[in-house]
């Protein structure tokens, strides 16, 4: 069973810009997390889909938005970017919402000059 | 609020040493704690979770501990061979969400 998959795994923006970030999910898996990586603040939680609907949050800004498809793919998507945006991205999948394990994908690494 | 501390942040051993990892959670409510490896340029990988109905876990060489009335939960590696140095991470559930520590480096020096 192929694993989770993450597009780009590498992106170079500019502050201001925005960006995309797509994540496949294990086959059969319906809930998306996503996760920001960076050396100071560790790995934070940024939100978890399930069945197209958001259902839990973390403590980003409004900036941080996602989605998630009918086929259980998800998006992150962060607009006016800024340097502190620079991180790793990781996207988690599980087969139902809650105390699920989780499986990571390899993350898109984001740098923002 | 939700909290899980990790101690230490990083590790040495010698191979063939045995390598324990501690994490200590905030809410009482944490049922569900899963330990991951992160290795250089890769996404966390899940090697053992354990939850709360159980104090004690093995998979071969890994073992996980749980102590619910100290909010303490420890990863014991035995046998520590260079393949297991990477960057260890532990995690507890907090209202359906997953609550990460800071992260240890583990390195085994042949």
């Known amino acids: 069973k192929a694993g989770v998959t993450q597009t780009p795994r590498y992106l170079i923006k500019t502050r201001g810009q925005q960006v995309t970030l797509s994540c496949s999910p294990i086959?059969?898996?319906?809930?998306v997390s996503w996760y920001q990586q960076t050396p100071g603040q560790g790995l934070q939680f940024l939100f978890e889909?399930?069945?197209?609907?958001?259902?839990n949050k973390g403590n980003f800004p409004g900036r941080f938005s996602g989605r998630q498809f009918s086929n259980s793919r998800s998006e992150m998507n962060v607009s006016t970017l800024e340097l502190g945006d620079s991180a790793l991205y990781l996207c988690a999948s599980s087969l139902a919402t809650g105390q699920e394990t989780q499986y990571f994908g390899p993350g898109t690494r984001l740098l923002v000059l | 609020g939700e909290n899980v501390e990790q101690h230490p942040s990083t590790l040495s051993v010698q191979e063939g040493d045995s390598a324990v990892i501690k994490c200590t959670y905030s809410d009482s409510a944490s049922n569900y704690f899963p330990w991951y490896k992160q290795e250089l340029g890769k996404g966390p990988q899940l090697i053992i979770d354990?939850?709360?109905?159980?104090g004690e876990k093995k998979d071969q060489r890994i073992a996980v501990t749980l102590n619910k009335t100290a909010k303490h939960f420890s990863l014991h590696i035995t046998e520590t061979q260079p393949e297991d140095s990477a960057v260890y991470f532990c995690a507890a559930t907090y209202t359906d969400k997953l609550i990460f520590g800071t992260g240890t480096r583990l390195q085994v020096f042949p």
């Open positions: 889909y399930f069945s197209e609907t958001q259902r």
């Open positions: 354990i939850r709360s109905n159980v």
């Open positions: 086959s059969g898996h319906r809930s």
